[in-house]
């Protein structure tokens, strides 16, 4: 599935594991909202062209499996960085070739058949460009030529995704644009911590035995691959008076921060 983009081989998969293609995709699309890609919705397991009839309000409504070049390049992110199978992944999407043999079943379990099939890597951005990590083509009438990867150098990380590069016959299109990709990320884009540390003042006590709370914030290192166009914003939600009683580590407040406009970590702040 992985090196050769057999499909067949995916809705084998899928059956496999949830008994239909059906209810693969509904694992599918409950990952994807996991990982707060929004704007994706899976019919189909291997990325062929799909839609699923559905009944809304009395009216048919078809929903096209669908998806976008920000979510994929998350989802390709996961997989390298957080899946617990990250490793696997790697080890998968990375590999030149793989060969193995059929198998049949016989009244003694599986036996190792005679026919041996051997799968190529259809990414050959593994060789094209120092420090690429993985990969995966893709092709259908609807989306052209396409391309999600992962590269990693100098101690950044990227991960790219690539859709309606190209139609026949521009198939090498993708590797281009890859690369220009990336070289403009290793370029542009710089590793900074993004926390701020500040000493709280203590918060008032409002018909409680002490006059004064103390407060603490429950932050960590954030390290950040930014540009110089990338805007960090900090807010501070600190109150100024507590009302009793007051329990020590109970959230009063938060921290947030902010990059480019959109919330990406929050912090709580707590009676110390």
Not at 253 to 269: D, K, S
Request: with cysteine; glycine share 8%.
């Amino acid at each position: 599935l992985m090196l050769e983009s057999y499909n067949d081989s995916a809705v084998v998969i899928a059956e496999g594991i949830s008994g239909s293609v059906e209810a693969f995709a509904d694992r599918m699309n409950q990952k994807a909202r996991e990982l707060g890609c929004a704007d994706t919705h899976f019919v189909t397991p291997n990325g062929l062209d799909g839609a699923l009839e559905l009944t809304r309000e009395g009216k048919s409504v078809s929903l096209e499996h669908h998806t976008t070049a920000a979510e994929l390049a998350a989802v390709m992110s996961y997989c390298i960085a957080k899946s617990p199978k990250r490793e696997e992944f790697l080890e998968i999407t990375r590999a030149p070739s793989y060969t193995f043999q059929d198998r049949r079943k016989t009244k003694d379990g599986w036996q190792e058949g005679s026919r041996t099939i051997s799968c190529t890597n259809h990414n050959a951005f593994l060789q094209m460009m120092d420090g690429a990590l993985s990969g995966k083509t893709g092709f259908t009438g609807k989306a052209g030529y396409c391309y999600t990867g992962a590269l990693e150098r100098d101690g950044k990380r990227f991960a790219i995704a690539l859709l309606a590069c190209g139609w026949p016959n521009h198939k090498s299109w993708k590797w281009h644009d890859a690369r220009l990709l990336y070289e403009y990320g290793l370029e542009h884009y710089e590793r900074r911590e993004i926390q701020e540390e500040k000493e709280l003042p203590a918060a008032a006590v409002v018909n409680g035995q002490k006059d004064f709370a103390a407060l603490e914030c429950q932050g960590e290192t954030i390290a950040l691959l930014l540009s110089m166009q990338d805007e960090v914003k900090v807010e501070w939600e600190v109150p100024e008076t507590l009302t009793a009683p007051v329990v020590k580590g109970e959230k009063v407040g938060r921290t947030a921060y902010y990059v480019n406009g959109e919330l990406y970590r929050e912090f709580p702040i707590t009676a110390a």
